[in-house]
């Protein structure tokens, strides 16, 4: 499921500038191919992982996993925007309640000892291999047709549904009153706002329609903060952000998501329709991107108990803010060795030098029942932040394609002038992740948790993975 999961999120970005070929999509239209299924993962996670604890964990592992293989099967069988966007957001309905109790019912299968720690690393490495070998299946995919991105994932459905059935045991329920208005609220405020941000270059931000979405959206996430502050059980406890460096913590993980949220999607763009690269070129011109992820993870997760955990995301953000910073500067005549290369791996350097020390910093300086939550809240942020941060940059890059008398719609029905407007479109969209990289690195300077309490909250973290 764990694989499932991160092949999904990866391959749809390679497979936007097809996708917007085929159904004849709208700018504002391909981004709510990806957004709209980030929000509603992001939106409903908690409530998810809450859901597992009251109703069984496998029960509601596999109510989760037959919704995503259901809605993938929609998404292949789309026929226009509309059907393929609601698709996307039943998928992350589905993810949302499965993937939550997933890692719990690794930790409740297994039994304590090197048995559930290699389930656990197992299940761990699925992310990893995921993300590397979603670029290169999901590129060849692709260029069979996008349908199949989504279609790969009924059979693999069917065989989780198959074995959880099989060898999956029912954990014990506890009476919890769920915060259902809370979820709703966060998720309908958090789409109003992307809704504004996404139609606002091409409808016109003077819009009603965008004003409501954006005026609306603010107060159905001032409403969801009042309702949380008088929630019984609620999911976003205030209690746990009275540690000034745990929220500016939080708020550079939200930056991060944003960046690495929006990244993706407009590099897979630029490389297809600007550079007229296949998609499974496009794919494995990400590859290195992995790597270099991967190689600042591993080392970061050594300095991370010696240096400053500001530093180490202060440093990386600032590496990936260089590289978006030259990356807006490319044109159609870029080439991979000679400009995109380095940019891939420099950028995936960056990133994976930020994104080790900020979940640490997280739970760092608390007690065990507090981890959970904060682990929790910490993933909420990057993945629900990061569809308002494609909003604002999809803004961005379709006011600059208008503006320089571009056109919203397919790259292959524009002439040679449309299709300068929209490289310089989809350049100023890295210009805006570059901002994004900017202000977490100056966010960085305001946490200040010690490599003491870095390493006591990575020792807490495996400690409660062996509970």
């Known amino acids: 499921m764990q694989l499932m999961m991160v092949l999904d999120g990866t391959v749809a970005s390679l497979a936007l500038a097809r996708i917007q070929d085929d159904l004849g999509l709208s700018d504002a239209g391909r981004n709510w191919v990806i957004t709209s299924y980030a929000l509603t993962y992001g939106g409903l996670m908690l409530l998810g992982g809450r859901l597992g604890d009251a109703l069984g964990r496998k029960r509601v592992f596999i109510g989760g996993v037959a919704l995503f293989t259901i809605a993938s099967l929609v998404c292949g069988l789309a026929f226009n925007e509309a059907t393929l966007v609601a698709a996307r957001a039943l998928q992350g309905v589905g993810a949302a309640i499965a993937s939550p109790t997933a890692l719990a019912l690794v930790a409740t299968t297994f039994a304590p000892g090197p048995v559930r720690n290699q389930a656990i690393a197992i299940f761990a490495a699925m992310t990893g291999i995921g993300s590397v070998t979603g670029l290169i299946v999901g590129g060849a995919l692709t260029q069979l047709s996008w349908r199949w991105i989504f279609l790969i994932n009924v059979p693999i459905g069917l065989v989780i549904l198959i074995f959880a059935i099989a060898a999956l045991a029912e954990t ?10 809370g979820a709703i609220l966060a998720t309908l405020g958090c789409t109003a706002v992307v809704f ?3 139609e606002g270059p091409e409808m016109g931000w003077d819009s009603p329609l965008v004003l409501a979405g954006l005026i609306g959206g603010l107060a159905l996430l001032g409403a969801f903060l009042a309702v949380e502050r008088r ?128 979940p640490l910093c997280a739970i760092a300086g608390v007690g065990p029942h507090e981890i959970g939550p904060l682990a929790a809240i910490a993933q909420v942020a990057q993945v629900l932040f990061g569809p308002v941060g494609l909003a604002i940059v999809g803004a961005m890059a379709t006011s ?13 029905d524009m002439t040679a002038s ?21 202000l977490a690195t100056v966010t960085a300077l305001f946490v200040r948790f010690t490599p003491a309490q870095v390493a006591q909250a990575q020792a807490a973290e495996k400690a409660a993975q062996q509970v």
């Open 172 to 181: 014990s329920t506890e009476r919890l009153k769920l915060d259902v208005p």
């Open 196 to 198: 504004g941000f996404t």
């Open 231 to 358: 929630a019984e059980n609620p999911l976003l406890p205030f209690s746990l952000f009275r540690n000034r460096d745990r929220v500016a913590t939080f708020i550079a993980i939200a930056l991060v998501g944003m960046v690495m949220f929006s990244l993706a999607p407009f590099v897979a763009l630029f490389v297809q329709d600007i550079l007229g690269y296949s998609p499974l070129r496009a794919g494995l011109a990400f590859v290195p991107f992995a790597f270099g992820l991967g190689a600042a993870a591993f080392v970061a997760s050594k300095l991370a108990v010696r240096v400053p955990p500001r530093w180490l995301v202060g440093v990386g953000t600032l590496i990936t803010f260089v590289g978006l910073l030259y990356g807006s500067t490319l044109d159609g005549s870029a080439t991979y060795v000679g400009n995109l290369f380095m940019l891939v791996v420099g950028v995936g350097f960056g990133v994976g030098l930020a994104v080790v020390p900020l």
């Open 400 to 412: 600059r394609t208008l503006s320089e008398g571009g056109v919203s719609g397919p790259a292959a």
């Open 418 to 438: 449309q299709l300068d407007a929209l490289s310089q479109g989809y350049t100023f969209a890295l210009l805006g992740c570059a901002i994004f990289a900017a």
